[in-house]
Nanobody, 117 residues
Framework: QVQLVESGGGLVQPGGSLRVSCAAS????????MGWYRQAPAPGKQRELV?????????HYADSVKGRFTISRDNAKNTVYLQMNSLKPEDTAVYYC?????????WGQGTQVTVSS
């Protein structure tokens, strides 16, 4: 059974930092590239890809987060992380992890990140 469980979200002030985590089933983690996605609360806002990391460690980032966010993976713990620095109010969203590209069957509950003073 595939499970992706996100955690670590919260409320942070603009300019602050936060790290979110995703614990993945071994069968997913060992065979797929992984990604972090987010969906902002605005009506009609689509879920967007934030960052990806290949099994070998190659990373890619959306232009909106490049230089501020860092994706990493701990293969021993089957966990993917997203370190978010210099956070902006427009980073407010529910953050999800999934394979990259995403598998519709793997979406979890996500973790809420709110950037506000």
């Amino acid at each position: 059974q595939v499970q992706l469980v996100e955690s670590g979200g919260g409320l942070v002030q603009p300019g602050g930092s936060l790290r979110v985590s995703c614990a993945a089933s071994e069968m997913v983690f060992n065979y797929y590239d992984m990604g972090w996605y987010r969906q902002a609360p605005a009506p009609g806002k689509q879920r967007e890809l934030v960052a990806t990391i290949a099994s070998g460690g190659t990373t890619h980032y959306a232009d909106s987060v490049k230089g501020r966010f860092t994706i990493s993976r701990d293969n021993a713990k089957n966990t993917v992380y997203l370190q978010m620095n210099s956070l902006k109010p427009e980073d407010t969203a529910v953050y999800y992890c999934n394979t990259a590209p995403a598998n519709l069957a793997y979406w979890g509950q996500g973790t809420q990140v709110t950037v506000s003073s």
